[in-house]
């Protein structure tokens, strides 16, 4: 027996008013809940939600973690730059740990520079925010060391 035979139907009309990409969404749902699948608090989710937004909000549900809205960026880099980018972030790979994502790699050279430029200006507000993500980025046993280090030193 298939598993669309044991869920609640839902109308092909409202499938098609919320399109393909939330109803392949609503299917990981449907598949994990089987038979207590409540189709009605979905279906109005996905009709009320941005595509991006419902997403997160299945794999939120699917998983019980939030992830964070994510974006691709695209800019040109030319072959002459690209040892140099590699470099980098593979160093910041190896410093933050392998289980980082090249994304989150940039964003802490990106934090590092911003709080060599900001401690030089002067713009103490960059800087802390740009300290504060750092720090949110390293297992908690080092942000506690770090916070110990941070006292003995005030």
Same mark, same amino acid.
């Given at each position: 027996?298939?598993?669309?035979?044991?869920?609640?139907?839902?109308?092909?009309?409202?499938?098609?008013?919320?399109?393909?990409?939330?109803?392949?969404?609503?299917?990981?749902?449907?598949?994990?809940?089987?038979?207590? /699948?409540?189709?009605?608090?979905?279906?109005?989710?996905?009709?009320?939600?941005?595509?991006?937004? /419902?997403?997160?909000?299945?794999?939120?549900?699917?998983?019980?973690?939030?992830?964070?809205?994510?974006?691709?960026?695209? /800019?040109?880099?030319?072959?002459?730059?690209?040892?140099?980018?590699?470099?980098?972030?593979?160093?910041?790979?190896?410093?933050?740990?392998?289980?980082?994502?090249?994304?989150?790699?940039?964003?802490?050279?990106?934090?590092? /520079?911003?709080?060599?430029?900001?401690?030089?200006?002067?713009?103490?507000?960059?800087?802390?925010?740009?300290?504060?993500?750092?720090?949110?980025?390293?297992?908690?046993?080092?942000?506690?060391?770090?916070?110990?280090?941070?006292?003995?030193?005030?």
């Amino acid at each position: 027996m298939a598993i669309h035979e044991h869920l609640p139907p839902i109308r092909k009309r409202e499938l098609e008013q919320i399109g393909w990409t939330k109803a392949r969404e609503l299917a990981k749902v449907a598949r994990r809940d089987r038979q207590a /699948f409540e189709s009605a608090p979905w279906v109005h989710k996905a009709h009320t939600m941005p595509r991006e937004e /419902f997403k997160r909000e299945v794999d939120r549900y699917l998983t019980g973690k939030d992830t964070e809205a994510w974006e691709i960026l695209y /800019f040109k880099a030319y072959k002459s730059q690209l040892p140099v980018i590699e470099q980098a972030l593979e160093t910041a790979g190896l410093m933050l740990g392998s289980d980082k994502s090249r994304g989150y790699c940039l964003e802490m050279i990106c934090a590092d /520079f911003l709080a060599g430029v900001s401690s030089e200006v002067g713009n103490q507000d960059v800087l802390l925010r740009s300290l504060t993500r750092l720090a949110l980025g390293l297992p908690k046993d080092q942000v506690m060391d770090l916070i110990r280090s941070i006292q003995v030193g005030i």
